[in-house]
């Protein structure tokens, strides 16, 4: 078995097939990074994955899982100031999290280098938005270069974290979710590791680091200097690409993950012109122009291009920040060549995967691939057109694990609640309760957002009660502030804390509630307390699997005035499985439905809702053996008693 | 598109989808070939729809294009349907292990239970051949991928992969009675 943290702090060099995520983490090996700090959220958690596969005693950097992302973006800075190079990650929204310190780097000087190693999310397919960060970029003056693929984001990392270093300040390296995830065979480098340097370097009197009134000025001035700086440098660093097809009529511009769709569609446009019968009118692959450096772009070479092109269409995933830049740079020339950028509303949604790039490409120029295949329009079955058929299938969002301790508290909890009562979702994976058939928690904006929410949803309402969810470690990312405020402000509002006792959505990292960090064990932070030291006087707890209990204490807790807590707790039963599943001596449990008993009511199958119900076409229930855990936490929910343990029975866990 | 072959799997969060990847990927690399692929991650533990791109041969990007896999691997009834009709070429092939995990429509009494038959329907209106696998007495269900990967070594579904190439690649994913179980499976 491959030993995947011994290869990855390997001498010599060596090819391995990894993700991007995997090879970042060898970059940040290689290029000496000392001190990383992260946020967990996806794509980005399978760069610490990599990391805690080192051997601690031979890991050549820190890690940390800060409290969020905010706080992650200072601890690096931290270290940068001392001289440690430095990087900090976390998903596309965490920089929102981030951003009032964030927006600061640019204006500092740095001695130890800092990357801020963002991934973007288009297509939204774990994040609440799809949002560009390349804004943040712009609006800061932080100059921001964009991979194409995993091995692309492996040399990249390098050349902009030693370009950091030399320049003493920040630089963002823009992954997205398919470069983060994007498998592929790497070669390594060769790493030649010297003995860290670790004198704290931090000097007040080398240079100013208070931004205030007028001392901000000179910090923009050297912000905005050194951008031109690294402008001048680009077409020494290597980030960009020109594909050179001999096409002076047609050109493309694209960047990031884009360049491969483009590139994998323009090759139909070759095969077209070979296939006889089938050949387009005229059509030769456009030349391309890949930006690796998104902002500054490389003018000189971008104006080369436009001006060697009749057309340029720019590809471009998200939003058109590229193309307003070029049409100026473009406009302030007096160039000619005609450019084309978005031109629909849906050109600015989703990833721009190879068939997305294919539609772009084929709506700029109808000419350039072979008329394609028409989709086949054959009848599956009865049920009419293959598209009438997919729409058909039911669909499968992610939903709670079988014997998800929220799953009983929502259960238990909307009994409690009347119809018109207001229940707000917080991000974790109790925000699956917000899908059918809980609809536990019906409005969602950030994390830690929920309390606040609910307090405004309380203000000027005595009729319908606000009930707002949080996880355990959103609690801590930013759930503190809303809680004070509530308490402060005296606002009516229910809170219920689903404990699990770890990070669940993002696979499962520790957080201050949990009794241990990154490196080890830590002293264990209790909700309880810290609700008490901020004034909450209101507190009830309760396992989330005994539902009686929860559904009584939600109803008295409705009735009183003021701020209330209930700390619903129950371990993450995926983790808890999977870790029984590892010690010796254990045994699958499951439950049955005694057929005799059942009556066909369906609580289990249609409100409980555990995915371990199968519902046959006669109306009978299941248990799906591959499923079920045998956590008991749905035996309580039958009206027949009918969904007992599988002999030999034994108790719940 | 310059030569290739294009495979995309699919299945529910928790059938070990993430692991049939990385094997297959790994196999076609032993085999020399040039491997581009993506997982789907995060939600994916929760129950949802898993899917797993596996490019080989001269590509760049790590996607498999709607319409376009020369093979479809699923490992649950409905998400096989699905894979088949949206992502399997026409003429292509779908190896599938035909667990059924109902999906919340379905429980809910909103959908009717789908049968292997349905799957088998929306296979032929592709005009692909169809493999389906079921085992009997599989030790423990998280080993359906690999009775999967096992039929499509017996009917040599992936041009250029072999018995030796996933062997050595189970090699590099497991060790002890977690790998002798597997490769006990392969044969």
Redesign the interface.
């Given at each position: 078995m491959k030993d995947m943290g011994r290869i990855l702090l390997g001498h010599e060099a060596f090819d391995e097939l990894v993700i991007g995520n995997t090879a970042i983490a060898r970059a940040m090996v290689e290029s000496g990074v000392r001190v990383v700090t992260s946020y967990p959220g996806s794509p980005t958690p399978e760069i610490a994955e990599a990391i805690r596969s080192m051997p601690a005693d031979e890991r050549p950097m820190y890690f940390e899982f800060s409290t969020n992302e905010k706080v992650a973006t200072e601890v690096a800075f931290g270290a940068a100031l001392n001289g440690r190079l430095s990087v900090v990650f976390f998903k596309s929204v965490g920089l929102n999290v981030a951003a009032d310190s964030f927006v600061q780097l640019p204006l500092m000087d740095i001695p130890g280098g800092m990357v801020v190693l963002l991934g973007d999310d288009p297509g939204a397919n774990s994040s609440q938005n799809e949002q560009d960060n390349r804004h943040y970029a712009r609006m800061s003056y932080c100059p921001l270069f964009e991979p194409s693929g995993a091995a692309d984001a492996y040399r990249m990392f390098k050349k902009a974290a030693a370009l950091a270093r030399e320049l003493r300040t920040v630089v963002i390296l823009r992954m997205t979710t398919h470069v983060c995830h994007a498998k592929e065979k790497i070669h390594f480098d060769s790493w030649n590791p010297a003995p860290p340097d670790d004198e704290p370097l931090f000097d007040p009197d080398y240079t100013n680091y208070i931004p205030l009134a007028a001392t901000v000025f000179p910090m923009k001035r050297r912000a905005l200097e050194r951008l031109a700086a690294i402008e001048a440098r680009l077409p020494s660093l290597g980030f960009d690409e020109l594909v050179d097809n001999g096409n002076g009529q047609r050109g493309v511009i694209v960047a990031g993950l884009p360049f491969a769709s483009v590139m994998d569609v323009l090759d139909d446009v070759a095969l077209g012109g070979n296939t006889p019968g089938n050949e387009p009118s005229g059509a030769r692959r456009p030349d391309v122009l890949r930006l690796g450096a998104v902002y500054p772009f490389d003018r000189a070479a971008v104006r080369s291009f436009l001006q060697t092109h009749d057309e340029v269409k720019i590809v471009e995933e998200l939003d058109p920040i590229l193309e307003g830049d070029i049409k100026a740079l473009a406009f302030d020339a007096g160039l000619r060549c005609r450019i084309t950028g978005k031109r629909d509303i849906d050109e600015t949604m989703g990833e721009c995967s190879p068939a997305k790039a294919r539609a772009v490409l084929a709506a700029a120029w109808p000419d350039l691939f072979p008329a394609a295949a028409i989709p086949s329009a054959a009848p599956v079955g009865a049920i009419g057109s293959v598209a009438a058929a997919i729409a058909a299938l039911p669909p499968r969002p992610a939903q709670m694990c079988p014997g998800c301790g929220h799953r009983s508290a929502f259960h238990a909890i909307k009994k409690a609640l009347a119809s018109g009562d207001i229940t707000i979702a917080d991000i974790g994976c109790h925000t699956l309760g917000s899908l059918p058939p809980y609809n536990m928690g019906r409005v969602l904006l950030s994390m830690g957002h929920a309390t606040s929410t609910a307090a405004g949803l309380s203000v000027f309402n005595d009729t319908r009660r606000a009930v707002c969810f949080m996880g355990d470690s959103t609690f801590f990312h930013a759930g503190l502030p809303g809680i004070v405020n509530a308490v402060y402000n005296g606002h009516r509002v229910l809170l219920v804390v689903m404990q699990n006792g770890t990070t669940a959505m993002t696979g499962h990292q520790d957080h201050p509630g949990t009794g241990r960090n990154f490196s080890g064990d830590a002293g264990k932070i209790s909700i309880r307390a810290a609700l008490e030291g901020l004034g909450v006087s209101n507190i009830r707890e309760v396992d989330a699997y005994q539902q009686a209990a929860l559904t009584a204490m939600t109803r008295e807790a409705l009735e009183e005035p003021g701020f209330k807590v209930i700390i619903a707790t129950h371990p993450c039963m995926l983790k808890f499985i999977r870790e029984a599943r590892r010690k010796p001596g254990w045994s699958a449990r499951r439950v049955r439905i005694d057929q005799e008993t059942c009556e066909r009511i369906h609580e289990c199958v249609e409100h409980f809702a555990c995915p371990t119900f199968q519902r046959e076409a006669d109306g009978t229930v299941t248990v799906n053996p591959d499923l079920c855990i045998g956590d008991l936490s749905c035996r309580q929910t039958c009206p027949a008693a009918a969904i007992v343990p599988e002999s030999p029975a034994r108790s719940a866990t | 598109?310059?030569e290739h072959f294009d495979i995309y799997m699919s299945g529910?969060?928790?059938q070990g989808i993430g692991l049939l990847a990385e094997l297959l990927?790994?196999a076609a690399?032993h085999a020399g070939l040039?491997?581009?692929?993506?997982?789907?991650?995060?939600?994916?533990?929760?129950?949802?729809?898993v899917t797993s791109h596996l490019r080989l041969g001269a590509?760049?990007?790590?996607?498999v294009?709607?319409?376009g896999a020369d093979l479809v691997v699923s490992l649950e009834r409905?998400?096989a349907?699905?894979a088949a009709?949206?992502m399997l070429k026409?003429g292509g092939t779908l190896v599938w292990y035909d667990?059924?995990?109902?999906?919340?429509?379905?429980?809910?009494?909103?959908?009717?239970?789908l049968e292997a038959a349905?799957v088998m329907?929306?296979a032929k209106?592709?005009g692909a051949a169809t493999w389906r696998v079921l085992v009997d007495d599989l030790p423990d269900?998280r080993m359906q991928n690999v009775a999967v990967v096992a039929e499509i070594l017996r009917r040599g579904l992936v041009p250029g992969l072999g018995r030796a190439q996933v062997e050595a690649a189970m090699?590099?994913?497991?060790?002890g009675a977690a790998?002798e179980a597997n490769l006990a499976l392969l044969h």
């Open positions: - | 598109m310059r529910v969060g928790g990927a790994r690399d040039a491997v581009h692929g993506c997982d789907t991650h995060g939600l994916a533990q929760r129950g949802g729809m590509v760049r990007s790590p996607l294009p709607d319409g409905t998400e349907m699905r009709m949206t026409t667990a059924a995990w109902q999906a919340l429509d379905v429980r809910t009494g909103q959908h009717p239970p349905d329907a929306a209106a592709k269900s090699a590099d994913l497991m060790a790998l």
